[in-house]
């Protein structure tokens, strides 16, 4: 396991949610989790709140996985398409930068399921941030 996936199993939202970073380089990320029913709808399907979250924790390392030093990056604005609904098993979330710009990042990823199938799709745009040097 990299540097940067020992990172992101340090944030508490990633450790709490339990997903697991793959892979994570280049411009590229890989997470899994495995649904949980504690994030069941009333319906009996995976909330998608969870799903979006997911996507954006991927979104977000592949974005990450391109700063230089003294950069940092935040989600602006987020799309998902739920395209099947999900009732239990993992998921694994592949995202990768379609654009990166000086100050914005353009993202897209896909969740599928154990079988393979396309159960959700999403982009995002972030925004590098410079840190101050104090």
């Not at 974005?63 to 395209?83: D, Q």
């Not at 159960?119 to 995002?124: N, R």
Request: proline residues 2%; positive net charge; hydrophobic residues 45%.
């Amino acid at each position: 396991m990299g540097t940067m996936e020992k990172f992101f199993r340090s944030a508490p939202s990633v450790s709490n949610v339990g997903i697991e970073p793959l892979f994570i380089s280049d411009g590229k990320c890989k997470m899994k989790m495995a649904v949980k029913p504690e994030f069941m709808n009333v319906i009996g399907t995976l909330h998608a709140g969870i799903t979006t979250f997911l996507a954006d924790t991927s979104m977000f390392g592949a974005a990450w996985s391109t700063l230089r030093n003294g950069e940092s990056v935040t989600t602006l604005e987020i799309k998902i398409n739920l395209l099947k609904a999900v009732r239990g098993g993992i998921l694994e979330a592949e995202a990768k930068i379609l654009k990166r710009g000086r100050t914005i990042v353009l993202s897209a990823a896909d969740i599928k399921d154990e079988k393979g199938d396309l159960v959700a799709h999403a982009t995002s745009t972030l925004m590098v941030i410079k840190k101050s040097i104090t």
